[in-house]
């Protein structure tokens, strides 16, 4: 069993009204990749930024254990940060860019250029080394903050929305290079909006909302905790009668596709075949398929349920 190397207790912060965060606990496991996700204004961000000491909760403890022991923000050397607001020079040429946080975080001005070389090539910017960061696409330029968090093989890193920008190829790249470093022992903290994606990286998850804590474990974990309502997707014809299928009580909320398709999320222990019977004896059914329940159908559900409304104006 992997150790805790991250453990938050009871955290809280406060801006004037609004309680940004609100009694949050969780641990982070050595060298796993978890997810910290909400929508905007849910508290990840001051949550991140308390984890790494650039603001002090009102209450409550952050304690990393990587081989230093007791509480407060790691040693630059061990830690990794790409914020979601791109901050590298943008005058000047991104490999001695790049060359220069590397050294800031301990690397050799030697090895912090050929690695930041490596980097460049890996991520198919090898021939724009001499090139400033405001001569690149969005997309590049996230390639090079990408490449800053990482240069210095941290223990621990944050990624802030390391998806930014990026087109499908790209994203695809990123995911294989964000396990990789998960593989080689660096521990990851992912926060991102493209649920699709987070959820075949993350090892575990924590969904968070109005600053408290909705759902964590690991996906399997989640979909219990969640109780999560079965997804049954109908194409139905284009005159199909749906206000006769939305008032069936075993009907938890239902989604317009488009195209003639219909996603229908049924009750916790209603059963399909008896849904189908009601579908069939009211619209005629063109076709019927199932779709396992995602990342963010849980989330979704999960705060319907709790009758809280997605807030945006945490911070």
């Known amino acids: 069993m992997k150790n805790d190397v991250l453990i938050v207790q009871s955290i809280a912060k406060q801006f004037q009204k609004q309680r940004a965060v609100d009694d949050l606990s969780f641990a982070v496991k050595q060298g796993e990749i978890f997810a910290l996700l909400g929508p905007n204004g849910a508290g990840k961000t001051t949550t991140i930024r308390m984890l790494l000491g650039i603001i002090k909760p009102d209450s409550g403890t952050v304690n990393f254990e990587l081989g230093q022991g007791g509480s407060g923000p790691l040693s630059s050397a061990k830690l990794g940060y790409l914020p979601e607001d791109r901050g590298l020079y943008r005058d000047i040429p991104i490999l001695r860019t790049l060359t220069y946080m590397g050294v800031l975080r301990g690397l050799s001005r030697k090895d912090a250029s050929a690695r930041a070389r490596q980097w460049l090539e890996r991520v198919d910017l090898g021939d724009r080394v001499n090139d400033k960061l405001e001569t690149l696409s969005k997309g590049n330029q996230q390639k090079v903050q990408f490449i800053s968090a990482i240069l210095h093989t941290p223990e621990f890193a944050v990624l802030d929305e390391p998806f930014s920008g990026l087109d499908p190829i790209n994203q695809e790249s990123f995911i294989e290079i964000i396990r990789e470093l998960r593989d080689q022992g660096m521990t990851i903290v992912l926060c991102a909006h493209q649920m699709d994606l987070v959820e075949r990286l993350a090892d575990r998850v924590l969904l968070m909302n109005s600053g408290r804590r909705v759902l964590y474990g690991t996906l399997t ?60 004896s009211r619209v005629e059914l063109l076709g019927v398929h199932t779709e396992k329940t995602s990342l963010h159908d849980i989330f979704i559900q999960a705060v319907r349920r709790s009758g809280e409304s997605i807030t945006e104006d945490s911070q």
């Open 221 to 280: 974990q989640i979909r219990d905790e969640a109780q999560t309502a079965s997804k049954i997707i109908l194409s139905l014809t284009d005159n199909a009668d749906l206000s006769a299928l939305e008032s069936l009580g075993m009907v938890q909320h239902l989604e317009r596709r488009g195209a003639g398709e219909y996603a229908f999320y049924l009750r916790k222990g209603e059963s399909l075949h008896k849904f189908l019977i009601e579908v069939a």
